[in-house]
């Protein structure tokens, strides 16, 4: 079943450091696509990275990058030289492919992270 | 740009009440969903749509139902509203059918409370 798994539910930074955000996923689908989304305390959904399961390279948008370990099933966020403005909810989600029906899309619990100056 | 758009921002129903949250896009996406998030919580999906007049239970779809009739507009109904409907409720569409690397584009929200 498909399954998305986030199991740190508040993260700490100092600004400008670094801070890796946990995902572990579980399909059985060889088609699959990862997203991670952020959500300020505003409420709106901000998409940030995507990582195709067939993509040989870690995904890279600016400071996001994704730690993506196939064989371990992870999909970690890292966000390099924090800044302030990234204090949010962070969410993983997965869409698999066709091997199970519709792909739909589903979401982790989320890690809130607060970055301090 | 419209985007995904969704009414009304905020609802307070009584318990027993029903109604409709509104949702229509303009990217002429095929797929649509419709999540909730409970307060702290991550997302949970409730019903989604992969073109007109198909749709599918997601993880969370008792006490709701959905209809798509059209590909911009995706309603979803509450029927005999109860407390544990309180939550945020969000509509999200994107493209589908063997395009993977897109991302869903999400409305604003809609805070229902149920008193």
């Known amino acids: 079943a498909q399954k998305i798994t986030q199991t740190q539910p508040g993260m700490f930074v100092q600004e400008k450091e670094a801070v890796t955000l946990d995902c572990t996923y579980d399909?059985?689908?060889?088609?699959?696509?990862l997203f991670w989304y952020k959500q300020p305390s505003s409420g709106e959904m901000i998409f940030l990275i995507y990582?195709?399961?067939?993509?040989?390279q870690n995904a890279t948008e600016g400071r996001y990058s994704l730690n993506f370990q196939k064989a371990r099933k992870s999909a970690n966020l890292v966000i390099s030289a924090s800044q302030l403005g990234d204090s949010a909810m962070y969410f993983c989600?997965?869409?698999?492919?066709?091997?199970?029906?519709?792909?739909?899309?589903?979401f982790g619990a989320g890690t809130r992270l607060a970055v301090h100056p | 740009n419209a985007g995904v758009t969704q009414t009304p921002k905020f609802r307070i129903l009584k318990i027993g009440q029903s109604m409709t949250l509104q949702c229509t896009q303009d990217?002429?996406?095929?797929?649509m969903y419709w999540y909730r998030q409970d307060p702290g919580m991550g997302l949970k999906l409730i019903y989604y749509?992969?073109?007109?007049?198909i749709t599918d239970k997601g993880e969370v779809p008792n006490g709701y139902n959905v209809s798509r009739s059209t590909t911009e507009d995706f309603p979803l109904r509450l029927e005999l509203a109860a407390p544990s409907q309180t939550s945020v409720y969000f509509c999200?569409?994107?493209w589908g059918a063997g395009v993977m690397n897109t991302e869903a584009f999400f409305g604003q929200g809609t805070r229902l409370t149920v008193v």
């Open positions: 749509s992969v073109g007109a007049g």
């Open positions: 989600a997965m869409r698999e492919g066709f091997s199970g029906g519709y792909n739909k899309l589903i």
């Open positions: 399909t059985s689908d060889p088609s699959y696509g």
């Open positions: 990582q195709g399961s067939y993509d040989q």
């Open positions: 990217m002429n996406h095929n797929y």
């Open positions: 999200a569409s994107s």
